[in-house]
């Protein structure tokens, strides 16, 4: 039985837990992986500004510090932005995925323009970043949002009637509008919308969070992992370090 840790990059409850585990759902996976859910132990209110994102690579980077020392055979990021990815593939032997690439990627794959749908445009910037890095900026044909605030928690639960058919409205104008061909989720807290804009859009929708379970047992299927010669490991191992001053940031949140 292979393991993959799911990183939740916010502290949350267990019920809330289980609406980010729901993606599991919207994936057909082998009976021989499990998928563990963890949160962080400390992150910022939300993904807007620069130290937003520094807080949020430190603390996805030390919830998977010890994935592979507790048997995890893979780690997946739960967060369009990646955070704590290219840190813990510097850490860790074992597969590391994150969706932000991953979709960008996949909607290359799948057609010759993507647009991104998102809740709200302070996200905007992750989007540019993951573009930047992949150098595919002209094969994105728009980003769009619906102007709505994410929670991180509840995600979209008792907002599907409203929420709903305004992504499905923007996602119309990418495809018009903007030549589109493929549409990708621009958060996984949106995954809930993905089965309602399949079923109503001529182009495929690419939902973030599954793929990268999807990608996780592929890849672990195909024995392969990430280049040491892309991410060196650190001459200088602080894993004491970066574990002593989450302890103090939990410890203060409580």
Not at 19 to 28: G, H
Request: with cysteine.
């Amino acid at each position: 039985m292979k393991r993959v840790l799911v990183i939740i990059p916010f502290p949350m409850s267990e019920e809330s837990r289980n609406q980010r585990r729901a993606q599991l759902d919207a994936v057909q996976l082998g009976p021989d992986i499990e998928f563990v859910f963890e949160s962080v132990r400390a992150a910022p209110k939300n993904y807007v500004s620069a130290s937003d994102m520094a807080l949020a690579e430190f603390g996805a980077l030390e919830a998977g510090l010890e994935a592979e020392a507790r048997g995890f055979d893979a780690v997946c990021i739960d967060t369009m932005s990646d955070s704590g990815m290219a840190g813990l593939r510097s850490e860790l032997s074992i597969p590391v995925i994150g969706p932000g690439r991953a979709s960008v990627l996949m909607a290359m794959m799948l057609g010759h323009r993507f647009s991104i749908i998102a809740m709200w445009p302070h996200w905007q910037h992750l989007y540019r970043k993951t573009m930047m890095e992949l150098g595919v900026e002209d094969h994105c044909a728009s980003v769009r949002w619906i102007d709505a605030a994410p929670d991180n928690q509840s995600l979209l639960a008792g907002k599907e009637s409203d929420v709903f058919p305004a992504l499905e409205a923007i996602a119309w104008r990418c495809i018009k509008e903007d030549g589109a061909d493929v549409i990708l989720l621009g958060s996984t807290t949106m995954h809930e919308a993905h089965a309602y804009l399949a079923e109503r859009l001529p182009v495929p929708v690419v939902n973030p969070g599954p793929l990268t379970y999807k990608l996780a047992e592929t890849v672990l299927g195909l024995g392969l992992s990430h280049s040491r010669g892309a991410y060196p490991t650190t001459l200088a191992p602080r894993r004491d370090v970066i574990h002593a001053m989450l302890d103090a940031a939990e410890k203060h949140e409580s």
